[in-house]
T-cell receptor, first 114, second 111 residues
Framework: NAGVTQTPKFRVLKTGQSMTLLCAQDMNHEYMYWYRQDPGMGLRLIHYSVGEGTTAKGEVPDGYNVSRLKKQNFLLGLESAAPSQTSVYFC?????????????FGPGTRLTVL | SQQGEEDPQALSIQEGENATMNCSYKTSINNLQWYRQNSGRGLVHLILIRSNEREKHSGRLRVTLDTSKKSSSLLITASRAADTASYFCATDESNFNKFYFGSGTKLNVKP
């Protein structure tokens, strides 16, 4: 039981490049989330999903797209990376509604955009 | 934005002392949760307190919630060096589907 895993752990991009971050969970959770964390700050919600095939916008969705084709996977895409997207990205999942259930976090992906 | 705010931003104490962190939020909530983040790691859930609860305990952790003041506190008793981490509160905006995290309290427990 690996919990929540994220791929890759580190990545350096040049401005304008694209990439996809993969989040996988093996706990059969319905809800999945993508957050970003900037230095000295808390987490800000980018997008989330309440079930396979569904996605919704969070606080800071601009510049990102997501897909949830399979229940266990949640992909975060950057179509044209910008230096402002340099951050640590965390994926999380929860069994049901996050307000009432524990969120389980992945180890994070550290992204630098030059 | 609903985002909670923790106070203080940083706290340094000796091992064995108690640590108290506060969280304030802006609008009504259903529940509030506290999380811990060790340096360079993902967050780990500590405790959930519902809006109709005033106090909750879990081991050395004690959480209080005052909905009239829109605030919560996390008390860690008899702190240990291993408690060194950042602590975040997370609130929903009466929206069961998503959280808003505060900026965190960075706790340093000196051995």
């Amino acid at each position: 039981n690996a919990g929540v895993t994220q791929t890759p752990k580190f990545r350096v991009l040049k401005t304008g490049q694209s990439m996809t971050l993969l989040c996988a969970q093996d706990m059969n959770h319905e809800y999945m989330y993508w957050y970003r964390q900037d230095p000295g700050m808390g987490l800000r919600l980018i997008h989330y999903s309440v079930g396979e095939g569904t996605t919704a916008k969070g606080e800071v969705p601009d510049g990102y797209n997501v897909s949830r084709l399979k229940k266990q996977n949640f992909l975060l895409g950057l179509e044209s990376a910008a230096p402002s997207q340099t951050s640590v990205y965390f994926c999380a999942s929860s069994y049901k509604r996050v307000s009432e259930h524990t969120q389980y976090f992945g180890p994070g992906t550290r992204l630098t955009v030059l | 934005s609903q985002q909670g705010e923790e106070d203080p931003q940083a706290l340094s104490i000796q091992e064995g002392e108690n640590a108290t962190m506060n969280c304030s939020y802006k609008t009504s909530i259903n529940n509030l949760q506290w999380y811990r983040q060790n340096s360079g790691r993902g967050l780990v859930h500590l405790i959930l307190i519902r809006s109709n609860e005033r106090e909750k305990h879990s081991g050395r952790l004690r959480v209080t919630l005052d909905t009239s003041k829109k605030s919560s506190s996390l008390l860690i008793t008899a702190s240990r060096a291993a408690d060194t981490a950042s602590y975040f509160c997370a609130t929903d905006e009466s929206n069961f589907n998503k959280f808003y995290f505060g900026s965190g309290t960075k706790l340093n427990v000196k051995p």
